[in-house]
């Protein structure tokens, strides 16, 4: 070939030459053509081909690249370690049927919460003996919503089962019987026996409140909330050592402040419920019974 003809040749070449950047981009791969070759198999993660296309030996591609197309990144593929890579290899193998490459599985499922087992339900026969072993022990009045926390069964159970063991002790005539007082349920002796009780704990010794005592726990009783100041004057001594008597004694108990003048008032406990058998301070019996006819005299005397 002459030289001539060689540089037409080279011109005819450079003229049909198109840069890379202005090639039509060739048609991006389905997921059912892509073939995954792991590493260490024959031919190597280098040997992917798309099915149906012939092997021909590969020409040297331009070194210049597109300023669009960042480098290490194929048109149409996702990059290695997207997600879409993942996605894609596992539905090639779903729908190629190919079967190498596993599908992805969900992690991080939730649970579902474990219900707690429902608490046994009692018989009718081991409710009343479940609550007469606790009656025996407790040292106060414990009320139904405790009593039906602690055996785990419906407070509309424990009510009338109490109402019947108390109905059940009368009727059989034990020297004891269960009683409602203080907001709550406790087994007590009963009156036509406090004689011989009385007799049993004391043993000739006996404790009992002096009269002023007993002024002072009735004025509190009766006038609660109440300060000290107000208890001596209806009194009209100094009470604040029967006060600290009361207190040590678990009969009376502070509730708080007075609003006006910052003194502390006072209230009856429910052991003081207790010691009389009532449940609440309203059973309390009515002060006019008890009042002299010519209590507006002497209360006008007094201003």
Not at 28 to 46: C, H, I, L, N, Q
């Amino acid at each position: 070939m002459s030289d001539e003809e060689r540089r037409d040749s080279l011109a005819d070449q450079a003229a049909a030459w198109v840069p890379p950047w202005e090639r039509p981009r060739p048609p991006a791969p389905t997921a059912s053509e892509v073939v995954e070759t792991a590493p260490g198999v024959d031919g190597g993660p280098d040997s992917a081909k798309i099915a149906g296309e012939p092997s021909e030996p590969s020409e040297p591609s331009e070194p210049s690249e597109p300023d669009d197309v960042e480098p290490g990144a194929g048109a149409g593929e996702p990059a290695e370690g997207e997600p879409g890579a993942v996605e894609a290899g596992a539905e090639g193998a779903g729908e190629g049927g190919g079967g190498d490459v596993p599908r992805r599985q969900a992690v991080g499922r939730r649970r579902a919460p474990v219900e707690p087992e429902p608490a046994p339900v009692l018989s009718d026969a081991e409710l009343r003996g479940a609550l007469e072993a606790i009656l025996l022990v407790v040292d106060e009045p414990v009320s139904e919503l405790v009593l039906a926390q602690v055996l785990e069964q419906p407070a509309e159970r424990v009510g009338p089962m109490l109402d019947e063991i108390a109905a059940g002790y009368t009727a059989a005539g034990h020297g004891f019987e269960l009683r409602r007082a203080a907001g709550g349920w406790r087994l007590y002796t009963r009156p036509e026996y406090a004689t011989y009780v009385e007799r049993f704990v004391l043993d000739g010794q006996s404790v009992r409140l002096t009269q002023a005592a007993l002024e002072t726990l009735a004025v509190v009783a009766y006038k609660q909330p109440v300060t000290r100041s107000r208890i001596s004057a209806i009194r009209g001594v100094n009470c604040d050592g029967v006060i600290r008597t009361l207190v040590t004694r678990g009969l009376v108990e502070e509730c708080g402040t007075e609003t006006d003048s910052g003194a502390f008032l006072y209230r009856t406990t429910t052991l003081f419920l207790e010691k009389l058998g009532l449940n609440t301070v309203d059973e309390l019996p009515p002060l006019a019974p008890f009042l002299p006819d010519d209590v507006e005299e002497l209360a006008d005397a007094t201003r």
